[in-house]
Antibody, heavy 119, light 107 residues
C-alpha cells in the first residue's frame, strides 16, 4: 500500500518561504505517476497547487506559479514544495498525493500538514 | 473551470438515497471528472474517476454519472459512515479545480 507523509515547519512568518517534503513509501517515485500538492484552508475547499513527474517535469496552478517550486529527489523517494512570499492567505492544510494513473485525480494522499502563516 | 456543487448541505437518514450534483462552467467531457469523500481531520478519499468508474475498494452503493457540464454522485442507500463532505474535481485542464463541497449530514 502506497503511503505518503508530509513534513516541515508548522509555522512560517509572513513574506518568508514555506517548505514541505513528502516522503513516499511502498512505491518508487521513479516508477512513474504524477505526484501532487493540494491545499485546504481551514474550513474551506481544496486548491490544486501543482504536480511533478518523476522525470522532473512540473505543472503549476497559474495562480500560484510565480511563487511555487515543486522538485523531486528520487534517491530519497521524496518530492518537495516551496512557496515563497507567504501571507496569511496561505495558511492551510497541505496534502501531498499520487495520481490515479487515469489523469490527475488522486488515489493516494498523505495525512496533511497544517501550515500557519503568522508573525 | 469553475465547479458549483449543490446542495451545500443535504440532510438525510441512513438507508435513504443521496443525490449530489456538480455543474461545470464549461464542458469537461466524461473522462476527466472525479468525486471525493472527506471526513473531519482526514485527507480526501477518491470515490469515482472518469465520471463513473469506482476507485479501488469503493462500495457499489456509490455511483457517478454525467457528461459535459452536469455530473451526479448517487449513494443508493446511506450507511452511517457515508455522512461526510463530498467534493467534485475536474482534471481536464490546468488549473485542476474542485467544487466547494456538499456536506451530507444525518437528519
Amino acid at each position: 500500500q502506497v503511503q505518503l507523509q508530509e513534513s516541515g515547519p508548522g509555522l512560517v512568518k509572513p513574506s518568508e518561504t514555506l517548505s514541505l517534503t513528502c516522503t513516499v513509501s511502498a512505491y518508487s517515485i521513479s516508477s512513474g505517476y504524477l505526484w501532487g500538492w493540494i491545499r485546504q484552508p481551514p474550513g474551506k475547499g481544496l486548491e490544486w497547487i501543482g504536480n511533478i513527474h518523476h522525470t522532473g517535469t512540473v505543472y503549476y496552478n497559474p495562480s500560484l506559479e510565480s511563487r511555487v517550486t515543486i522538485s523531486v529527489d528520487t534517491s530519497k523517494n521524496q518530492f518537495s514544495l516551496r512557496l515563497s512570499s507567504v501571507t496569511a492567505a496561505d495558511t492551510a492544510v497541505y496534502f501531498c498525493a499520487r495520481d490515479s494513473g487515469s489523469g490527475s485525480c488522486y488515489s493516494y494522499w498523505g495525512q496533511g500538514a497544517l501550515v500557519t502563516v503568522s508573525s | 473551470i469553475v465547479l458549483t456543487q449543490s446542495p451545500g448541505t443535504l440532510s438525510l437518514s441512513p438507508g435513504e438515497r443521496a443525490t449530489l450534483s456538480c455543474r461545470a462552467s464549461q464542458s469537461v467531457y466524461t473522462s476527466h471528472f472525479a468525486w471525493y469523500q472527506q471526513k473531519p481531520g482526514q485527507a480526501p478519499r477518491l470515490l469515482i474517476y472518469g465520471s463513473s468508474s469506482r476507485a479501488t475498494g469503493i462500495p457499489d452503493r456509490f455511483s457517478g454519472s454525467g457528461s459535459g457540464t452536469d455530473f451526479t454522485l448517487t449513494i443508493s442507500r446511506l450507511e452511517p459512515e457515508d455522512f461526510a463532505v463530498y467534493f467534485c474535481q475536474q482534471y481536464l485542464g490546468s488549473p485542476y479545480t474542485f467544487g466547494q463541497g456538499t456536506k451530507l449530514e444525518i437528519k
